[in-house]
Nanobody
Framework: VQLQAYGGGLVQAGGSLRLSCTASGFTFDDYTIGWFRQAPGKERYGVSCVSSSDGGTYYADSVKGRFTISSDNAKNTVYLQMNSLKPEDTAVYYC???????????????WGKGTQVTVSS
C-alpha cells in the first residue's frame, strides 16, 4: 500500500499550488481520500476530503472558497488545488485514506509521507 504525495513547494502569498496524491495497493473506489496538514507546534487536522465512491467533499472552514479537491478514479489520484494561498497555510501536507466518510484523521487506514508547503508573505 502506498500513497505518494507530490506538488509541495514555496510560493508567495496569493499564489497557487496543486498537490497530487496517487494511491496504489488498495481498492481506490472504496476509500475516502483526504489531505491533512500540520504546522509547526500545531496538531494535524483535515483540510479537505473526497469520497472516491460518490464524490462527496469536505472542506475545513479555513480553506473554503480557496481550495478545491478532486478525484480521478481512473488514475487513482486525488488533487488539491490551492489558490489564494496565505502564510498560515504553511504546513506539511499529508494525504491519507480511510474506509469511513470522515475527515478527522482519527480513523485513517493509510497515511502517505508529507509534502512541505511554504507560503511567504
Amino acid at each position: 500500500v502506498q500513497l505518494q504525495a507530490y506538488g509541495g513547494g514555496l510560493v508567495q502569498a496569493g499564489g497557487s499550488l496543486r498537490l497530487s496524491c496517487t494511491a496504489s495497493g488498495f481498492t481506490f473506489d472504496d476509500y475516502t481520500i483526504g489531505w491533512f496538514r500540520q504546522a509547526p507546534g500545531k496538531e494535524r487536522y483535515g483540510v479537505s476530503c473526497v469520497s472516491s465512491s460518490d464524490g462527496g467533499t469536505y472542506y475545513a472552514d479555513s480553506v473554503k472558497g480557496r481550495f478545491t479537491i478532486s478525484s480521478d478514479n481512473a488514475k487513482n489520484t486525488v488533487y488539491l488545488q490551492m489558490n489564494s494561498l496565505k502564510p498560515e497555510d504553511t504546513a506539511v501536507y499529508y494525504c491519507a485514506a480511510t474506509t469511513n466518510w470522515t475527515c478527522t484523521g482519527s480513523d485513517v487506514d493509510y497515511w502517505g509521507k508529507g509534502t512541505q508547503v511554504t507560503v511567504s508573505s
